[in-house]
């Protein structure tokens, strides 16, 4: 289960969960070290994500030094690195204000269209609500509904 999980799904934690004595580059990095992926790869893709999440100036910050929204993000790049097929992703905008939330979900859906990856969000936030394809409404562990919407873009 651990190799599946390392290989094909990545995970965006409410709490950011970032190694607090590795930079932004070095967190996106870690989980492709652990893949055992070649440094060259490794930089490129490190630098494509943190490009691609608007965070090229803070590849060097270390999470102190970040932002709540950068720290989201670079957990963002962080999950999307090692290619998953599915990403997890645990209340990703409960700790951002408006402006970061929306911004957040604009570079997730952008990098959905761009790397297909598969986005599973658990949420109360009406903006991610609003964005998804599919809501599956749970309440004390059983369906309440599944609604699959139409395709938005």
Sequence with gaps: MTTFR????GFVFQAYNLIPVLTAKENVAFVMELQGKKRDEINKRAVELLTAVGLSDRMDSR???LSGGQQQRVAVARALASKPMFVLADEPTANLDSKSAE???EIMEQLNRQEGVTFIFSTHDPRIVAKARR???????????????ACHG
């Design 6 to 9: 390392l290989h094909h799904i």
């Design 135 to 149: 809501i599956i409404t749970l309440e004390d562990g059983k369906i309440l509904s599944d609604n699959k919407l």
């Design 63 to 65: 999470p102190a030094k």
């Design 103 to 105: 911004n957040l979900l």
